[in-house]
């Protein structure tokens, strides 16, 4: 199974559902009348259909009739309700991937009995600006091409890595939950430069791009961070004095607690907590 041609359903358009759809209609990988969505908030899935040309399926049992792919992007704590009120729509020609946080595909699979074909994945909101990293959870149970179409689905809004399932809580709390660490480096680093004198625009420039910047050098050129830091750290230099600044903050600790922290939030949301 490849997506050419295929219909895919978004069931909860709120904010990974509409990065999600915003993302793939960019990228040209399906057209918008392939493309649709339900919502709890009715007024808020009419602005995303208008918005994107998709389609809007005024209930959940609709969405799933009328997909053959479904994307369940709905908060992990109501997806006991939705699964219920979708069983009598599913069937083995359905693939049904979901986003939620913590949701093994054990408890899924007790949830939607006739379900086969599920894959559980884990993007991030840059799935916005085609720069998501999906990991993606092998399962057992789909068939050929069923992770392809995975694949295709999330390689289309940015990188995807292919996991064993144990593995979705620690990334939750890395690169799900990675988003909003980075947004507030930027602002903080913005904030230091405003406190420094420089106007807030450009502040918010200097601080994303740098971002930006670092994060692709690191990637396209498999520099190891510590290297790039000592690249640009001279002997009693600017940068080590930031740098000591930092360390004086605990900043690596703070982060390396944040991923922990949010990966065991993760699998609390995984017992129901
Ligand atoms: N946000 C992220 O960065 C991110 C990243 C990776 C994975 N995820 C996962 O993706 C899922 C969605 O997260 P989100 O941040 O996009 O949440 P969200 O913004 O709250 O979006 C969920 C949407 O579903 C709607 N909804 C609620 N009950 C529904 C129902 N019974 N049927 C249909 N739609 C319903 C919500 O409406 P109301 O607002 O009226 O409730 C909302 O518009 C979560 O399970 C989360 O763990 C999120």
Do not use: W
């Not at 959870?137 to 289309?156: H, K, M, N």
């Not at 050129?221 to 605990?250: C, F, N, R, W, Y």
Request: neutral net charge.
């Amino acid at each position: 199974m490849t997506i050419k041609g295929k219909r895919i359903g978004f069931l909860g358009a709120g904010n990974i559902g509409e990065a999600m759809i915003r993302g793939l209609l960019q990228a040209g990988l399906v057209p918008a009348q392939d493309v649709a969505a339900s919502d709890a908030r009715p007024e808020r899935l009419a602005q995303i259909a208008r918005q994107y040309g998709i389609r809007a399926c005024a209930d959940n049992p609709t969405l799933v009739r009328e997909s053959h792919v479904i994307v369940l992007a709905v908060k992990p704590q109501i997806m006991a309700a939705v699964c219920a009120e979708i069983t009598p729509a599913v069937d083995r020609s359905k693939l049904i991937i979901s986003l939620a946080a913590g949701v093994s595909t054990t408890t899924l699979r007790q949830q939607l009995p006739h379900v086969e074909r599920l894959i559980r994945v884990m993007p991030n909101t840059p799935a916005l600006v085609l720069e998501a990293v999906t990991a993606i959870a092998r399962a057992d149970g789909l068939e050929g091409g069923d992770l392809e179409t995975a694949q295709e689905l999330f390689g289309a809004v940015g990188r995807v890595v292919v996991l064993d399932e144990e593995a979705l809580d620690a990334v939750t709390g890395l690169s799900g939950s990675g988003p909003a660490y980075v947004a507030i480096v930027i602002e903080s680093l913005a904030d230091g430069g405003v406190k420094m004198g420089l106007d807030r625009a450009t502040a918010m420039t200097l601080a994303a791009q740098t971002v930006l910047g670092s994060a692709k050098l690191i990637l396209e050129t498999g520099t190891h961070p510590g290297q790039l830091k000592d690249m640009v750290a001279s002997p009693g230099g600017t940068t080590i004095a930031g740098i000591a600044a930092l360390e004086e903050g605990g900043v690596r600790r703070t982060f390396i607690s944040a991923v922990e922290r949010a990966t065991l939030r993760s699998r609390e949301l995984g017992k129901g907590r």
